[in-house]
């Protein structure tokens, strides 16, 4: 396998131009093309990666996330609003920049960050070595999820159930009628 | 190092627009783009150079487990970008909620309305 760093560089650039468009743009529906630009992009890069199961779960959720969006923007159409330019939320993004960076280089700068390319693979040595004894799935990933970490998944269903419940619960077009309403009509 | 930095960039550009747009549907697609960011974050940090994916084939030599990139975060960012999908489709409806009670997706006239 060749080295894969100048495909990343190339996609990381394009997935910064593309969040730029997509936040400086005026059009609502250009900023959601944009952002879906940005995480096929992510996809794509995910499969340079070695990761092919997260490729195909990012390209499946874009499509979903493109389509919520646009739902949410397209039918309306006040949906322009004139800017005006904040330098408050400017400081704030460059303040956190810099305490990202800064706190990052304090804590895993004096011991060792992995470099990019040589993980830590402490936990998930024992995961590779006995992944296929253990768990008699081929792919490790799968082992993990639905295996190791079961608990875990249960707790994302939870979530993702409650997160579409409360959608419904939002978007619902009529109340609750009651019965004497039902009974009288 | 330098892809860890440009993905801090990605995270910072989302927070920017998470709290400079007045246009709520904006806010979201900062939350998306962050969102965005970290995912590619935690896998970078699980590559190995030279890696394959972590599947297992029939009689693959032995010494190809020890090229697998890491297996754990993948699993767990797997398990981020559904739920990412399940939050990002709840603020939508409340995105179109907010919409049909005030007509606007301006955070500063929708702030105004009180009570």
Redesign the interface.
């Known amino acids: 396998?060749a080295?894969i760093?100048p495909q990343?560089?190339a996609l990381?650039?394009f997935?910064?131009i593309g969040?730029?468009v997509?936040?400086e743009t005026r059009n609502?529906l250009s900023?959601?093309i944009s952002?879906s630009a940005?995480?096929f992009a992510?996809s794509v890069?995910?499969l340079f990666?070695?990761?092919?199961?997260?490729a195909i779960?990012?390209l499946v959720?874009e499509v979903?996330?493109l389509i919520?969006?646009i739902?949410?923007?397209i039918l309306?159409d006040?949906?322009a609003?004139d800017?005006h330019r904040?330098t408050l939320?400017?400081v704030?993004?460059?303040i956190?920049?810099g305490l990202?960076?800064g706190f990052?280089a304090m804590i895993f700068g004096s011991r060792g960050f992995?470099?990019?390319?040589?993980?830590v693979?402490r936990?998930?040595k024992v995961?590779?070595?006995t992944?296929?004894p253990a768990t008699y799935a081929?792919?490790?990933?799968t082992?993990?999820?639905l295996d190791f970490?079961a608990y875990?998944?249960l707790g994302?269903a939870t979530?993702?159930f409650?997160?579409?419940l409360?959608?419904l619960a939002?978007?619902r077009r009529e109340g609750k009628v009651s019965r004497e309403e039902v009974v009288a009509a | 190092?330098?892809?860890?930095?440009?993905?801090?960039?990605?995270?910072?550009?989302?927070?920017?627009?998470l709290?400079?747009?007045?246009?709520i549907?904006?806010k979201?697609?900062?939350i998306?783009?962050m969102d965005?960011a970290v995912?590619?974050y935690l896998?970078?940090?699980?590559?190995?150079?030279?890696?394959?994916?972590?599947?297992?084939?029939a009689d693959m030599p032995l010494s190809t487990?020890e090229r697998?990139?890491?297996?754990?975060p993948?699993?767990?960012?797997?398990?981020s970008?559904?739920?990412?999908?399940?939050?990002?489709?709840?603020m939508?409806?409340?995105?179109?909620?907010l919409?049909e009670k005030h007509?606007?997706?301006?955070m500063s006239v929708i702030s105004k309305l009180r009570g």
């Open positions: 396998m080295n760093a990343l560089y990381l650039v997935m910064v969040s730029i997509a936040i609502l900023a959601v952002v940005v995480g992510l890069a995910f990666l070695g990761a092919p199961d997260i779960t990012q959720v979903l996330v919520i969006l739902r949410g923007t309306l006040n949906t609003v800017t904040d939320a400017v704030t993004s460059l956190f920049f990202i960076l990052g992995p470099e990019f390319g040589q993980p693979m936990v998930s995961y590779v070595q992944g296929l081929a792919n490790i990933v082992a993990v999820i970490r875990d998944t994302e979530v993702l409650t997160s579409i409360g959608a939002l978007l | 190092m330098t892809v860890y930095f440009l993905c801090v960039v990605l995270l910072t550009m989302g927070l920017y627009c709290v400079a747009k007045k246009n549907v904006k979201v697609l900062g998306v783009i965005y995912n590619l896998i970078i940090i699980g590559y190995k150079t030279g890696g394959v994916a972590p599947i297992i084939e487990l697998f990139v890491d297996p754990l993948q699993a767990l960012v797997l398990t970008i559904v739920i990412g999908l399940g939050v990002m489709s709840l939508v409806a409340m995105c179109i909620r919409y007509g606007t997706f301006d």
